[in-house]
């Protein structure tokens, strides 16, 4: 399908029948999304609020706030990392934070309105040891009554299982880009390992947080390749993060050439038509974005963002000044 040789009402009309399908949960291909991303602006965005609308409240965000619980000192390669230990970014190695501190964060994350704690840390996947202190540290802020979400990297048989079990809601876990593209950013693991930690997390009735990073480099069809790839996991996930790189000096992908917004803003609205129900949340890089640009993710079909000065080791705009955000847009947290 190419939307460009159409008219306008042909294009509408085919937008629609990919929405329809998109009702059904149906096998994506990397034309189709493609052809999303390639059709004129108004268009996509017009689908994608009706998509939008037809799912979810139409002016709501779920505001979910970040702490790292282990910073640093990561054995991997991920060319976009700062906490990676082989790259001189100035993120120390640092010991896993204890217990109180995370559940006061969370406490105080609560009180300023988020409803998901989430947990980072920086591991290729946790050991035994990690686990017991995960596992303590889900249980406290489970019973604060938010929702619980861990990111902890490749998870080994009955690790998911303990962490469900510890009263974990979401794990987040993200492929990052298109399969072809993936090997130029990681080389320590490969693309059937992040298949397989999800899988291991679907096993154990957790909901799947899975998403990837835009403007590392990539082109349209790898940002419509990762696309497919979240859309076509069976079922696809609960949760889609869509981070926008934050380039930290030190790191192999700083200095890339800066992404044009607008194709942040068509791979938010590709997202949210090919996982009608998923929240969609406009994740890292808000900082960097301009107000208007926001503005344009929500209309794309962005649902969720994260809420709080910091996100694991860089910035994210103040909560005063988020509040202020969705005042003005008329949006309300969920
Ligand atoms: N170590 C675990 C792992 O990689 O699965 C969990 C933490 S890791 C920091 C979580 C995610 O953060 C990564 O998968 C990546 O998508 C995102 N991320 C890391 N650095 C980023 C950056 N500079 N810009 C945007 N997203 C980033
Ligand atoms: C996700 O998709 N984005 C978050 C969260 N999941 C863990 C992480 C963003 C990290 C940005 C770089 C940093 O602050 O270190
Ligand atoms: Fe380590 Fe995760 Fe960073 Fe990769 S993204 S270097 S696995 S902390």
Not at 51 to 59: F, G, I, L, P, S
Not at 288 to 297: G, P, R, W
Request: with cysteine.
């Amino acid at each position: 399908m190419n939307f460009n040789s159409l008219t306008t009402n042909e294009t509408q009309k085919d937008l629609i029948s990919i929405a329809e399908k998109s009702e059904n949960s149906a096998h994506w291909s990397v034309s189709e999304i493609l052809s999303l991303l390639d059709a004129p602006f108004n268009d996509l965005m017009y689908r994608a609020q009706c998509v939008h609308r037809q799912y979810h409240d139409a002016n709501g965000v779920q505001l979910s706030t970040l702490i790292s619980v282990k910073t640093g000192g990561c054995p991997e390669d991920c060319g976009y990392c700062p906490q990676a230990a082989r790259y001189h970014t100035g993120v120390d190695n640092q010991d896993m934070l204890a217990l109180d501190d995370v559940v006061s964060a969370a406490a105080a994350a609560k009180a300023k309105g988020a409803s998901r704690f989430c947990m980072g840390a920086a591991w290729r996947g946790p050991k035994q040891r990690d686990m017991d202190k995960m596992t303590e540290m889900v249980r406290a802020v489970k019973a604060l009554g938010m929702e619980t979400c861990a990111t902890l990297g490749m998870l080994k048989p009955g690790q998911a299982q303990q962490l469900g079990e510890a009263g974990l809601d979401y794990y987040n876990h993200n492929l990052d880009t298109a399969p072809e593209f993936y090997e130029e950013i990681i080389t320590t693991r490969h693309y059937q390992d992040r298949l397989n930690t999800l899988q291991e997390v679907r096993n154990a009735g957790i909901n799947v947080c899975c998403g990837g990073i835009v403007g590392m480099g990539e082109t349209r069809q790898s940002r419509a390749g990762l696309i497919a790839q979240l859309a076509n996991l069976n079922p696809y996930p609960e949760s889609v993060p869509i981070n926008h790189l934050v380039q930290v000096e030190g790191t192999p992908l700083y200095g890339t050439a800066a992404l044009d917004p607008l194709e942040f803003v068509r791979t938010i609205a590709a997202a949210r038509i090919t996982m009608p129900k998923a929240m969609v949340r406009l994740s890292a890089g808000r900082q960097e974005m301009s107000e208007a640009v926001q503005a344009l993710c929500f209309l794309a079909g962005a649902n969720s963002i994260f809420y709080g000065d910091k996100l694991l080791t860089t910035g994210n705009p103040e909560t005063d000044r988020d509040r202020a955000l969705l005042d003005k847009l008329g949006l309300h947290a969920l």
